[in-house]
């Protein structure tokens, strides 16, 4: 190749990249050669010895021989996450890969204070950060496995993530920062790590404080709790990220409210003083007029909405102060002829929080908002934003008043059946709250509620939002009325949730695709196995439903409970939700009555089996998980006679299933 066209040698290496991506299997006779050309055209590293001196390659070559690495080892681990045989080219050249890659950051320009880099630079910092990641994900997921590349990298964030030079500096942070996204950082790592990181958030260089954040919040998110104790324990690391959120980059400040939002979903953040900093520091948050300030918002409304939710009962004091101001915002906001679409949808999630944190001492300000709340639905029908958030709003009352939301109910579901034709995401929203707070009180208007849900989702056009919603609110009716009230609708039900179910399960395979919006997808899925829970909690306490009716209904949730399983990082999946599908399922099989139970559960145990994952998370505590399924499946079936081949047919089916049920029960336990 001449070493003086950089266009061919970028077209080369695309090509390389392409091939690796559907011709992996041909690689085997020309790997070396492969490899050793893409590492000359990232560049040297000490201790990797060089056949020959090359030129420093322009970053558009070096991007493109970066892809040509990142394809390899997402063909490797497709095939591992398959079952399929590999020729493991990732692994046996990591040794040469890795410090190539690394050093290929500190080659970098770095971003110093211009946060719009060029393209080029952008794309051979990505796919650096992609190969790193990619290269521990390929030694297997328990950290002893990962040791080999640890201790590469490792010994360049401890020499780099803290030195003078902003932009070694800059390195280190990107390589501990891609460690972290690959789970290669020990829970007893977190509280040396942290600090690293957290004290150059507040660096002068921009570049340092975006790799600075970005290394946090991906130490976070691999170690939720472990990283919420060292904050607690460590006040100048947790008062770094709050004091981002006032950076006058808008990208940093919103890595800061990421970071927020994971940490307020660990039940480890106890802290009072810790809880009010944070509760102030997002207030002042939500207020900042900033480029971005609109997505900065959304992000601060769920961060304060899990901490007001999970915060212990000695932090009510700095959460209750709060209330005057959003209340008093939240008037000022419903008003349909002056609606502010940039403050309301945050405000309203901020405003359920706190509805529920404080229950039935709402029952004051309740009817208030909610002559607000229903002018608005009534002046603007069509007005999707506005409904929405309206939703949003009487779903919080409603949680917080239970029965004693009564009184609202009536005019709640008048306003919204029939209007629009319809059912939309916020009717069925607010249908969904009105069946838990009043339960069987409902149902009077089940039927017109059912009806116009089922009608609704026949219309293949219905957003997947819309439909997620629409399959939550059948769900929950079933499960307010219960009994005989619901038995007409089961059939429909299953029908309907299984055609809706195989749309979604298509698109979360194929989520790929530029068009699909795979988080909203399994948002629909999740619905499902919530919903179907319901479902099966019915069959379980009557014999209405045909063994057909349930065998079906078992076998669906079986394959949508797989699916969500199968592709962990496109789902948003509730930790419990198809746990508890999956635990009726074989409750259900338990109480029924002929000697085709045995037969059932076998079929049960397989599809099981089949849906499973098949990702080696040992270092999750896979042995703990087993037996906590273990004991629940005995208890469902109380010890019936059948556990035993229950457990058996899961047991001698093929693969290692005692691993793909626990990691199941890891997975869901974690949720996603």
Known sequence: MDETDSEAKRVAYECLARFAESHYDCLG????????????????????????????????????????????????????????????????????????????????????????????????????????????????????????????????????????????????????????????????????????????????????????????????AAQRDAAVVAFQNIPDCLNAVVRALSDPASPIAAQAATTLHLMTSSPMLQNPDAIAALITALMSAFDRQAENADSLRDTVSYAFGQLVGNAPAECNASIMSVTAPIFSRLGGCLNPDNVDRSVLPPLSVMFAALAKRMGPAISEQTPGIMQQVLGCLKAKPTDDTLR?????????????????????????????????????????????????????????????????????LLNPYIPLDARASLTT??????????????????????????????????????????DDDPDTTCDLLRALLLASTNLMRFCVITDKPTETTVIGLAQSVIEWAGTTLKYPERRRIDADAALEALALVVERFSVMNGAKNVGVLQTIGQGLSSNLIRRDLGYL????????????????????????????????????????????????????
């Open 388 to 456: 929405v958030c309206s939703a949003l709003i009487i779903q919080g009352l409603a949680g917080a008043l239970g029965p004693q939301f009564e009184p609202f109910v009536a005019e709640s579901l008048t306003t919204i059946v029939g209007s629009p034709p319809t059912m939309d995401r916020a009717s069925a929203m607010i249908a969904s709250a009105c069946a838990k707070a009043l339960g069987p009180q409902i149902a009077n208007f089940a039927e017109a509620v059912i009806r116009e849900a089922f009608q609704t």
């Open 621 to 672: 505590n896979l042995q703990q998980k087993w037996e906590e399924l273990m004991a629940r499946i005995q208890n469902l079936l109380q010890y019936n006679k059948l556990s035993h081949y229950f457990i058996y047919s899961l047991l001698v089916h093929e693969h290692n299933d005692i691993i793909s049920l626990a990691t199941t029960v890891v997975i869901l336990r974690r949720g996603g």
């Open 29 to 220: 006779p020309y790997a070396a050669t492969f490899f050793t050309d893409c590492g000359y055209a990232i560049g040297s590293a000490p201790g990797v010895i060089s056949l020959q001196p090359r030129q420093e390659e322009p970053d558009e070559v070096k991007a493109a021989a970066l892809e040509f690495l990142v394809n390899v080892a997402l063909a490797e681990r497709e095939r591992a996450d398959s079952g399929q045989a590999h020729a493991n080219f990732i692994v046996n050249y990591a040794p040469r890969i890795v410090p190539i890659v690394l050093h290929g950051l500190l080659r970098l320009p770095g971003f110093g204070d211009d946060q719009d880099v060029n393209r080029d630079i952008w794309n051979v910092r990505q796919n650096i950060l992609s190969v790193i990641s990619l290269v521990y994900s390929s030694f297997g997921n328990e950290l002893s496995e990962k040791a080999p590349v640890t201790n590469i990298v490792s010994p360049f964030v401890m020499e780099y993530a803290r030195s003078n030079d902003w932009k070694q500096r800059q390195a280190g942070l990107l390589a501990l920062g891609a460690a972290a996204t690959a789970d290669a950082v020990e829970a007893s790592a977190i509280a040396q790590l942290l600090p690293v990181a957290a004290e150059s958030i507040l660096h002068p260089t921009y570049g340092v404080r975006d790799a600075a954040i970005w290394a946090v919040q991906n130490l976070v």
């Open 473 to 514: 609110c059948i769900g929950d009716v079933c499960a307010a009325v219960g009994g005989e009230a619901f038995s007409p609708y089961l059939a429909p039900a299953i029908t309907s949730f299984t055609a809706t179910a195989s749309q979604a399960i298509t698109r979360v395979k194929n989520a790929d695709d530029e």
